[in-house]
């Protein structure tokens, strides 16, 4: 069974943890992929389960059936087959629960983040489109029935808004099939991964994205190292993390040169920019006392913290913005038909 749309990160979450715990049972891989695909019965997880038990229980490894499927990620796939190979499956699928645990609350954030700017973005448009349309048409009666008309940014204001009401379908056409695309994107994750795939190929090496995939790569090396890897492999496995990202990659590719050359890897990491300095140094540290893996993990933590934390700020800055341009543009709006309408009422009275 082929798909061409991956597991959402709430789901993978969901099958690492649960399997972890029965391997922890000592549930084989199989059982336990039978066990949770009665749990889900009915559900669109269901099929995907008993697939990969089936699979197993023919003889496949778990990162094969989880290849097969094309639902998980090849870093998931990857980390499957380490874990297998160093005989830690179930470190390596807690490590992975966790790791997608991190990524479902970023998703969650930016999700609620954005929901509220485009609410408002919708009301500021609705305004402006009711000033425009109705209201000017009213200003532009009284100016007719003082024997005037109205000029300047008014009358353009004016004759924008009569535009907008001969073509009004076609605009309200335009708002419905943008919440629709806006609801299609919301509820198809393909069309999600997609844009997300080109955001990060695009801009995903700058800015608030790469802080976001900076605590990914330091979750995929702690991963990594927790699963027996050595330090080039669990390089190798946050490169494949960071897959859509080619800024992400050619760094990468700098400091996997690095470390052939005989660098340490906090060294090649900062050398590369691939982590902040301050965390490099903290891992030099946490490298020479042999809880290397360990202080990885906190990176990962205090990173995915961070960028939660700049998310927020950013986020808190578009209501007032917003704000701020609606009452300038309302105000503008009225005072451009206001002013000359009083001068004419002072002049008559």
Same mark, same amino acid.
Not at 331 to 344: A, C, D, K, N, R
């Given at each position: 069974m082929?798909t061409k749309?991956?597991?959402r990160?709430e789901?993978?979450?969901?099958?690492?943890r649960?399997?972890?715990?029965?391997?922890?049972?000592g549930?084989?891989?199989?059982?336990?992929?039978?066990?949770?695909?009665?749990?889900e019965q009915g559900?669109?997880?269901?099929?995907?389960?008993?697939?990969l038990?089936?699979?197993t229980?023919?003889?496949?490894?778990?990162?094969q059936a989880?290849?097969?499927?094309g639902?998980?990620?090849?870093s998931?796939?990857a980390?499957?087959a380490?874990?297998?190979?160093?005989?830690?499956l179930?470190e390596?699928?807690?490590g992975?629960?966790?790791?997608?645990?991190?990524?479902?609350?970023?998703?969650?954030?930016v999700?609620?983040?954005?929901?509220y700017?485009?609410?408002?973005?919708?009301?500021?448009?609705a305004?402006?489109l009711?000033?425009?349309v109705?209201?000017?048409?009213?200003?532009?009666?009284?100016?007719?029935?003082?024997g005037?008309?109205?000029?300047g940014l008014?009358?353009?204001?004016?004759?924008i808004?009569g535009m907008?009401?001969?073509s009004?379908?076609?605009?309200?056409?335009f708002?419905?099939?943008?919440?629709?695309?806006?609801?299609?994107f919301?509820?198809?994750?393909?069309?999600?991964?997609k844009?997300?795939?080109f955001?990060?190929?695009?801009?995903?090496?700058?800015g608030?994205?790469?802080?976001?995939?900076?605590? /990914? =790569?330091a979750?995929g090396? &702690?991963l990594? !190292? @927790?699963?027996? #890897?050595?330090?080039? *492999?669990a390089l190798?496995l946050?490169?494949?993390?960071?897959?859509?990202?080619?800024?992400?990659?050619?760094?990468?590719?700098?400091?996997?040169?690095?470390?052939?050359?005989?660098?340490?890897?906090?060294?090649?990491?900062?050398?590369?920019?691939?982590?902040?300095?301050?965390?490099c140094?903290?891992?030099?540290?946490?490298?020479?006392s042999g809880?290397f893996?360990?202080a990885?993990?906190?990176?990962?933590? /205090? =990173?995915?913290?961070?960028? &939660?934390?700049? !998310? @927020?700020?950013? #986020?808190g800055?578009? *209501?007032?913005?917003?704000?701020?341009?609606?009452?300038?543009l309302?105000?503008?709006?009225?005072?451009?038909?206001?002013l000359?309408?009083?001068q004419i009422?002072?002049?008559?009275?």
């Amino acid at each position: 069974m082929r798909t061409k749309t991956y597991l959402r990160s709430e789901e993978i979450e969901w099958i690492c943890r649960e399997l972890a715990l029965l391997l922890h049972a000592g549930v084989s891989v199989a059982d336990g992929l039978y066990l949770m695909a009665a749990e889900e019965q009915g559900s669109a997880l269901g099929p995907v389960l008993s697939e990969l038990g089936r699979m197993t229980d023919e003889g496949a490894t778990l990162s094969q059936a989880a290849e097969q499927t094309g639902c998980f990620p090849h870093s998931v796939s990857a980390l499957f087959a380490v874990g297998q190979m160093t005989g830690h499956l179930e470190e390596v699928l807690s490590g992975l629960s966790e790791q997608y645990r991190q990524q479902a609350r970023m998703t969650a954030a930016v999700r609620s983040a954005l929901l509220y700017p485009a609410a408002l973005g919708l009301v500021m448009l609705a305004v402006l489109l009711l000033l425009l349309v109705k209201v000017l048409p009213l200003f532009e009666k009284t100016y007719a029935s003082l024997g005037g008309q109205m000029t300047g940014l008014a009358g353009g204001l004016s004759r924008i808004g009569g535009m907008l009401d001969r073509s009004l379908p076609v605009v309200l056409l335009f708002l419905i099939l943008l919440l629709l695309g806006a609801g299609v994107f919301l509820m198809v994750p393909a069309w999600r991964q997609k844009l997300s795939r080109f955001w990060q190929r695009r801009r995903g090496h700058r800015g608030l994205s790469w802080k976001q995939n900076q605590a /990914r =790569l330091a979750m995929g090396l &702690a991963l990594g !190292l @927790r699963a027996g #890897m050595t330090e080039e *492999e669990a390089l190798y496995l946050g490169k494949e993390i960071l897959g859509d990202c080619a800024g992400a990659q050619e760094r990468c590719g700098i400091c996997s040169a690095l470390l052939l050359q005989g660098q340490p890897l906090t060294s090649a990491l900062e050398q590369a920019e691939l982590l902040p300095v301050r965390e490099c140094r903290i891992l030099a540290l946490a490298r020479k006392s042999g809880a290397f893996d360990r202080a990885m993990e906190e990176t990962a933590l /205090r =990173l995915e913290e961070q960028s &939660a934390n700049a !998310l @927020r700020r950013r #986020m808190g800055l578009v *209501e007032p913005v917003m704000v701020i341009v609606l009452s300038l543009l309302t105000g503008g709006i009225l005072l451009s038909v206001m002013l000359p309408l009083m001068q004419i009422l002072s002049a008559l009275g």
